[in-house]
Nanobody, 116 residues
Framework: VQLVESGGGSVQAGEALKLSCTAS????????MGWYRRPPGKELDLVSYILVDGTTDYTNPVKGRFTTSLDDNKTTFYLEMRNLQPKDTGEYICATYPLSGSCNYWGQGTQVTVSS
């Protein structure tokens, strides 16, 4: 299974972006999904996730600004980001969450750069 992200780019503070993640196989119906971020020179952090039962959660700095979701057909995984700030800059990577033996897939990432 391959995960492919898209939708990244360079924006100004206060603008919005919507990231998408598609899979080459049917994993969204059996695996939870997460969005991770790697800021420049820093470690990878979990930004948000959605479980198979639809439960979502977000890291505190993005609560109220980011929304993660799956489309109705469970073919695309999204991260909608509003009021972007320079601190949101980084490489955004979709991956299965939580990681397990049968749910351990990672995308290549898409870059988001926010200028003040």
């Amino acid at each position: 299974v391959q995960l492919v992200e898209s939708g990244g780019g360079s924006v100004q503070a206060g603008e919005a972006l919507k990231l998408s993640c598609t899979a080459s196989g049917d994993i969204f119906s059996r695996c939870g999904m997460g969005w991770y971020r790697r800021p420049p020179g820093k470690e990878l952090d979990l930004v948000s996730y959605i479980l198979v039962d639809g439960t979502t959660d977000y890291t505190n700095p993005v609560k109220g600004r980011f929304t993660t979701s799956l489309d109705d057909n469970k073919t695309t995984f999204y991260l909608e980001m509003r009021n972007l700030q320079p601190k949101d800059t980084g490489e955004y990577i979709c991956a299965t969450y939580p990681l397990s033996g049968s749910c351990n897939y990672w995308g290549q990432g898409t870059q988001v750069t926010v200028s003040s």
